[in-house]
């Protein structure tokens, strides 16, 4: 029997606001990967492309729910995580993302939420269950598909820039800017509705992942579980909100910093991102949006010439991608003994 929303207890509500908030930090944070080689190009004004990402961004939470079942059942065990402490899980692994993502952000340093998120439950629920409540075979498969992805970023980047250079060549200059700048308006937007479908889900699948260990949904296995409507409209407008914030920084980081593009190669390196985020999320693969257009913006630099690529910005973002998950994992710990010390 399914549980009324009003008998959900207070504290896991309190987890499921931060989880919202985190998602709307997600949405602030990422905002750079839709738009900011958009804006580089000057393709199109700041407040536009922003808005645009934000309404795609909404849309694209709803197509699928794939990945939140991935991040929900396939990172801790939701048959240990128990009732009792499922709130104080959430909610630290929730808040050591955010802090994460904050600090990030100010920084202008694009890394990946999904890394926080992911960091931040193991951590959280580790120190509860130890080990034994990571399903490896679950992280694993997330954390191979986010190695590669950033690679894969680099290889479709390059290979695209090189095929777009070949049709450039035989057409004429004003022609080529035209077209390509139509272009990348339309891969800019499929970048904001690829960044939705998977990213906003990621949150979904912890909140139901909460409902399911305070029995929302009644017995059975967590397999079972669909998405509560009301969850995925919660998700879908936090991150449209944070997205329409939008975090000016990173969006410079990205649009500027790592290389200088014109609309030839926004479009390539943003066709490329979205292939492999669409590919993911029809497979139900969790993969980071910030990594992948990162480095299909590496591929694309490197394929106008290997200085093209600032690559001390490029070693300071991977140096803040390596920190991710261990600094959230421990700061979620730490956070729910605390919690856990404070409560009881």
Request: aromatic residues 8%; charged residues 10%; positive net charge.
């Amino acid at each position: 029997m399914v549980e009324p929303i009003a008998q959900i207890p207070l504290f896991f509500w309190v987890a499921i606001l931060v989880a919202l908030a985190f998602d709307f930090a997600n949405g602030w944070h990422d905002t750079a990967n839709a738009v900011a080689t958009a804006i580089s190009t000057r393709v199109m004004r700041p407040v536009t492309a922003i808005t645009l990402s934000a309404i795609l961004n909404f849309v694209g939470a709803l197509l699928s729910t794939k990945v939140a079942k991935t991040i929900g059942g396939g990172i801790v065990n939701p048959a240990v995580v128990s009732s009792v402490h499922g709130g104080y899980v959430i909610f630290s692994a929730m808040a050591a993302a955010i802090a994460w993502e904050l600090y990030t952000v100010i920084r202008g340093l694009p890394v990946s939420g999904s890394h926080a998120l992911i960091g931040g439950l193991i951590g959280s629920a580790v120190s509860l269950y130890g080990f034994g409540v990571v399903i490896g075979s679950g992280v694993l498969k997330i954390f191979l598909a986010m190695l590669i992805s950033p690679m894969l970023g680099v290889l479709l980047g390059f290979i695209a820039l090189k095929i777009s250079y070949f049709f450039a060549a035989r057409t004429k200059p004003l022609l080529v800017n035209k077209t390509f700048s139509f272009l990348q308006i339309l891969t800019s937007s499929l970048m904001s509705l690829m960044h939705g479908q998977n990213d906003a889900q990621k949150v979904m699948g912890v909140i139901t992942l909460l409902l399911f260990t305070g029995g929302y949904f009644g017995a059975g296995e967590f397999k079972n579980v669909h998405v509560p409507v009301w969850v995925m409209l919660a998700c879908a407008s936090s991150m449209a909100l944070g997205t329409a914030v939008g975090g000016r920084a990173v969006i410079k980081t990205l649009g500027r910093g790592l290389a200088h593009l014109r609309p030839i190669e926004g479009a390539a390196a943003e066709a490329s991102a979205s292939l492999i985020l669409e590919t993911a999320s029809a497979l139900g693969v969790p993969v980071s949006t910030t990594h992948t257009i990162t480095g299909s913006i590496v591929g694309v630099g490197s394929a106008k010439r290997m200085k093209a690529v600032k690559w001390s910005v490029t070693v300071r973002i991977l140096y803040a991608w390596i920190f991710t998950l261990p600094i959230t994992a421990l700061t979620g710990a730490l956070l729910t003994r605390l919690i856990i010390a404070i409560w009881h």
